[in-house]
């Protein structure tokens, strides 16, 4: 045997074996504990759901069980739907993602348009992450996710005509046919009575939609919003006789997106995410501060503000003090004055979060301070009338240091661990339990991921 055939014998098996350890590295870098991750949102949700006999929650109180559960998690600020949704899928506080309430703070008067379109996001989402990854996904009613790099999208909007009509979500759907393709496949016709958020009926189709674009597409992460539990909290209360049965109305939705798994033979590798945006508590009263501000000659009792120097911009239960110079420190001292000379029974009922407060918390840089109230008491935008009159109802928007504003997180299934109970968590974690799912290449400097829950 001469040298040069030696030499090759030699080298057949050593490229083998580095193609063999390239293969393996590729398999390392690319393994994922899931293939297929549904992130579910439920609107208003509370631990209480899954952790107390009373709620007719199966689907939940199995996957609580089975899996890694969270006895609360801490919200942003305010706690309302946009900003907490936006924290889910960045892991970023509203003061990175620049989602600061549901409404944006519009100097010339609030024309009534949300936070719909992605780009506004200031930071990469989960959504960029399984795009630049490779990978797909699929989205329902999720907040501000118009325009979003999303496979299948039936994002969350409505024209300023009014709120719940199908055709907006329609004009704004990617791929163009998507709602059509399930309404013929699933769903039956979508109309303001067939999927009408004052009906449980709306619960039901989103959980039919995302049930049939895994069956069919079975995309890596799938999010959807549900509803109904907010919609009745705030109308009922926390322990309303609709919140019941919303509960269960969600609980049956994500019945049908697992089953739908099962069905396409990929249960055993999908993991399931249920959280929240926040809590709720039940109100009687609620302040309106602008009135003061109106008294004060700081602004005008009229939609466009008038000729203003202040204003509070409400969301949900708190307010937010914009000033339309930024730098107009006089006029920020006359609303800190206004606000310390206020009787000791008005000012018992809300405390001054100062900027330094608000930075921590990670709220809207914008605002010079806000008005945090006691559970119990609301703040409207009513600039005229009494300061103090009644309210009914539920409502959220609350500083999210207490109980009752907090939401839950339950994960379930491939990558999970069994039985592992979470004492405390924040809104800010969520994203890095679907970074690790999905090994996502994605920087998440805020969100911790707890190795507790890892399997």
């Not at 399930?182 to 109309?191: A, Q």
């Not at 609709?242 to 509960?247: E, H, N, Q």
Request: aromatic residues 10%.
């Amino acid at each position: 045997m001469n040298k040069s055939t030696l030499s090759k014998r030699i080298e057949f098996p050593l490229i083998l074996l580095l193609v063999l350890a390239c293969q393996l590295l590729a398999t390392a870098q690319t393994s994922k504990p899931a293939e297929h991750v549904v992130l579910i949102s439920i609107d208003g949700f509370r631990p209480d759901f899954y952790l107390e006999e009373k709620w007719p929650a199966p689907n939940l109180k199995t996957m609580a069980e089975e899996g890694a559960r969270s006895l609360g998690v801490t919200g942003v600020f305010p706690s309302v739907t946009y900003p907490s949704h936006t924290t889910v899928i960045t892991g970023h506080t509203p003061a990175r993602h620049g989602i600061y309430y549901n409404a944006p703070f519009e100097p010339e008067g609030q024309t009534g348009r949300w936070y719909w379109e992605h780009e506004l996001i200031q930071v990469p989402t989960l959504w960029d992450a399984v795009r630049k990854d490779g990978m797909s996904s699929a989205s329902f009613l999720w907040p501000v996710s118009v325009n979003a790099p999303i496979d299948y999208n039936i994002p969350e909007y409505w024209s300023l005509e009014g709120y719940g009509r199908i055709e907006p979500m329609r004009e704004m759907e990617t791929p163009k046919g998507l709602m059509a393709e399930m309404e013929l496949n699933v769903l039956g016709k979508l109309n303001e009575k067939t999927f009408n958020g004052d009906y449980l009926n709306r619960e039901d189709r989103i959980g039919d939609m995302a049930g049939y674009v895994l069956e069919t597409y079975k995309p890596n992460l799938i999010t959807l919003h549900l509803i109904a539990t907010d919609h009745f909290q705030h109308s009922e209360g926390r322990d309303g006789p609709m919140v019941y049965k919303s509960i269960a109305a969600t609980d049956r939705a994500i019945g049908k997106i697992m089953e739908a798994a099962e069905r396409a033979g990929i249960l055993d590798k999908t993991t399931f995410i249920v959280t929240g945006d926040h809590g709720f508590v039940n109100i009687h009263s609620s302040l309106s501060p602008n009135i003061w501000l109106v008294d004060a000659g700081l602004m005008e009792d009229k939609g466009d503000r008038g000729e203003w120097k202040a204003a509070f911009h409400t969301s949900g239960a708190s307010a937010f003090l914009h000033l339309k110079d930024e730098g107009d420190q006089e006029t920020a001292a006359k609303v800190r004055q206004l606000l310390a000379d206020l009787p000791d029974n008005i000012k018992k009922l809300f405390r001054v979060v100062d900027r330094e407060g608000l930075d921590k918390i990670g709220a809207d840089p914008n605002a010079v301070l806000a008005l945090a109230p006691i559970q119990g008491i609301s703040f409207s935008g009513a600039t005229s009338g009494d300061v103090l009159k009644a309210a009914k109802g539920g409502t959220h928007g609350y500083f999210p240091d207490f109980d009752e504003i907090e939401t839950g997180f339950i994960a379930w299934g491939s990558g999970i661990r069994e039985n592992v109970e979470i004492q405390e968590m924040g809104l800010v974690d969520v994203a890095a339990v679907v970074k690790y799912l999905l090994n996502l290449s994605i920087e998440l400097p805020e969100s911790t991921l707890y190795p507790g829950i890892k399997k």
